[in-house]
C-alpha cells in the first residue's frame, strides 16, 4: 500500500495518492490532471476511483476531467447531486482498492455532503483518514460556505459538532489525519503549519475537538468569521456543474503575442493585462494600465478576490519560462479566459519603443526620515484589520484600507495627497499601487519591504496585541 500526499503550497492544498497493487485512487485532484497520470502510469497502476470529500470552494478540482481520461469513477458522499455521471456513496459503504478498503464516513457540517474516507489495510486495520475540509490540523472547516442552502452557519456548525463525536472523535488514536487544506486556506481560521498529524494529538490540541458542549463548539467556530473571497461560491458552482476541459484552456491561454498584437487584443477583446512577475520588477517598469499580482505570493487567492468575473478575458506578462504556470493556477481557480502572453516579456515591450511606466518606492528608513520631518500627509496600511489592529505605525495620516476590499472602497483613496502604501512584506502594497494607478491614482509611493522593514527601521508603532486575543 502507498500513500502520497501531493501539496500545492499557493493554494495550502492536499491531494491524495492511494495505491494498492495495481489499483489507485485520487482524493481531491487540482484541475490540471497530468501529474497524477504519470503518477498512475509510473507506478504502474490504473485509478479506479476519483473520490471528492465536497463540493470545493477554494479551487476548481481536476475530477471530471481525471475521469474522462482515465475511465476512472468520480465519487461524493451522501447529499451530493452533481450534474454529471458520479457514484453519490452511502454512509458506511465500503470501497475496494486492490486489497484495501476506504470506508465512506458522512460528515456533514463544512457542507452537507461533507464525507471523509476511511483507509482500512491489507490485514483489516484502520490506518488514516482523509478528511477534507471536516477537520484540519489545529482547526476544522468553517460553516458558512455551502452551496446554496436554507441552513444557517450556526446550522452547519451543529452539523459539524456531531460529524466530529459521533465519527471522528471515535477513532483509533493512531490514525493519520489527512487534510485538505494547510495553514494559509481560506477554508478555516486557525490551521496548523503541519499538513498531517495523529488523530490522538489532534484530540489533545486541536481547540474544536476539546470538551465543550454543542453550544459552546457553534459559538467557537462561527467567532471571527471574515467574509470568504468571492470566488468561493463560483468555484463550488463549478465543481458541481461541471466545466470546460483544462486542455483547451491550456491551448487558448498558452499563446505567445507579440506587443502589437497583444496591445490589440487588450484593445479589442476588453482584456486585463495581468502582470505576475515580482514586486520589483514591476515597480521598476510595467506596462501602463497593467495590474500586478505576482505568481510568487498568495496569487490565487488575490485574483479570486480582486476579479470579480471568473469569465474576466486576461493577457498575461510573465517572467521567461513561466507562461504555462501562470495560465494553469489561473485556471485552478476558475478563470478560465487567458487570451495570450506578452512574448518575450515586459523587455520585449519596452524595447518596441512602447509607453512604459513605473512606481515609486523608498526603504522603510527614508520613509521614516520623511515621516518624521512631518513630509509624509498619508499613509496607507493596506493589511487585514486584524493584522493593522495587532500593530501598527502611529502618527498623524495612518489609515487601514485593506486591498481585500479596495473595488468596494476606492472613494476612501486621497487624490489631493501622496500616499504611502504598505503591506506586511511589500506584495500586497505592490497589488494596491496598480489597481489605483489603473484607475488614474498616479501620486503613490511603495514603502519597500512593509510593515517587518518599518519595525526594522525602528519607527514608533502601537504597542502589539496577540490576533488570538481579538477573536
Known amino acids: 500500500m502507498k500513500v502520497e500526499q501531493i501539496y500545492t503550497g499557493c493554494l495550502a492544498q492536499g491531494a491524495y495518492y492511494i495505491q494498492s497493487k495495481d489499483e489507485a485512487v485520487i482524493i481531491d485532484p487540482l484541475r490540471e490532471t497530468e501529474p497524477y497520470i504519470k503518477k498512475a502510469e509510473e507506478e504502474g497502476a490504473k485509478i479506479k476511483y476519483v473520490l471528492e470529500t465536497h463540493f ?110 459521533n465519527k471522528i472523535l471515535p477513532l483509533e488514536d493512531n490514525l493519520t489525519v489527512y487534510p485538505g487544506h494547510g495553514a494559509g486556506s481560506a477554508c478555516g481560521k486557525n490551521m496548523s503549519s503541519e499538513t498531517t498529524d495523529t488523530l490522538g494529538n489532534q484530540k489533545k490540541t486541536n481547540y474544536a475537538l476539546q470538551d465543550m458542549t454543542k453550544e459552546e463548539f457553534v459559538k467557537q467556530v462561527t467567532e471571527g468569521l471574515v467574509p470568504p473571497p468571492q470566488y468561493f461560491p463560483k468555484n463550488a458552482v463549478m465543481n458541481k456543474k461541471g466545466y470546460g476541459s483544462f486542455d483547451q484552456v491550456l491551448e487558448k491561454g498558452n499563446v505567445a503575442l507579440d506587443p502589437d498584437t497583444f496591445e490589440d487584443v487588450v484593445n479589442a477583446e476588453g482584456a486585463i493585462m495581468l502582470d505576475v512577475r515580482s514586486p520589483e520588477a514591476y515597480a521598476e517598469g510595467h506596462v501602463p494600465n ?89 499613509v496607507v496600511d493596506v493589511r487585514k484589520e486584524s493584522e493593522y489592529k495587532s500593530q501598527h505605525v502611529e502618527g498623524e495620516g495612518v489609515r487601514n484600507i485593506p486591498l481585500d476590499f479596495i473595488n468596494d472602497k476606492m472613494e476612501e483613496y486621497s487624490q489631493e495627497k501622496e500616499m504611502y502604501l504598505h503591506c506586511a512584506g511589500g506584495y500586497r502594497s505592490m497589488i494596491t499601487a496598480s489597481i489605483l494607478k489603473s484607475r488614474g491614482y498616479h501620486d503613490l509611493v511603495n514603502i519597500e519591504g512593509g510593515f517587518d522593514a518599518i519595525q526594522e527601521a525602528g519607527m514608533k508603532t502601537s504597542e502589539y496585541v496577540c490576533p488570538s486575543t481579538m477573536l
Open 290 to 378: 497593467s495590474i500586478f499580482i505576482g505568481l510568487d505570493g498568495s496569487f490565487a487567492v488575490w485574483v479570486g478576490t480582486l476579479i470579480p468575473d471568473l469569465n474576466q478575458k486576461i493577457v498575461l506578462i510573465t517572467e521567461k519560462g513561466r507562461e504555462e504556470e501562470a495560465v494553469t493556477r489561473l485556471s485552478r481557480v476558475g478563470y478560465d479566459n487567458t487570451l495570450g502572453y506578452l512574448k518575450g516579456g515586459y523587455e520585449n515591450w519596452k524595447a518596441s519603443g512602447k509607453e512604459c511606466d513605473s512606481v515609486k518606492s523608498v526603504s522603510a528608513e527614508e520613509f521614516k526620515k520623511a515621516f518624521e520631518a512631518g513630509k509624509v500627509e498619508e
Open 56 to 165: 470545493h470552494a477554494d479551487f476548481v478540482s481536476g475530477h471530471i476531467d481525471l475521469a474522462k481520461k482515465t475511465g476512472a469513477e468520480i465519487v461524493f458522499g451522501p447529499n451530493a447531486k452533481p450534474e454529471y455521471d458520479a457514484h453519490i456513496a452511502k454512509d458506511d459503504e465500503i470501497l475496494e482498492v486492490g486489497d484495501v478498503k476506504i470506508k465512506v464516513l458522512h460528515t456533514p457540517g463544512h457542507t452537507m455532503e461533507s464525507t471523509t474516507y476511511l483507509l482500512i489495510d491489507e490485514d483489516g486495520n484502520n490506518k488514516a483518514i482523509f478528511t477534507g475540509d471536516t477537520l484540519f490540523i489545529g482547526d476544522v472547516g468553517r460553516p458558512d460556505l455551502a452551496v446554496k442552502t436554507d441552513l444557517s452557519r450556526e446550522d452547519l456548525a451543529g452539523h459539524l459538532y456531531e460529524s466530529l463525536h
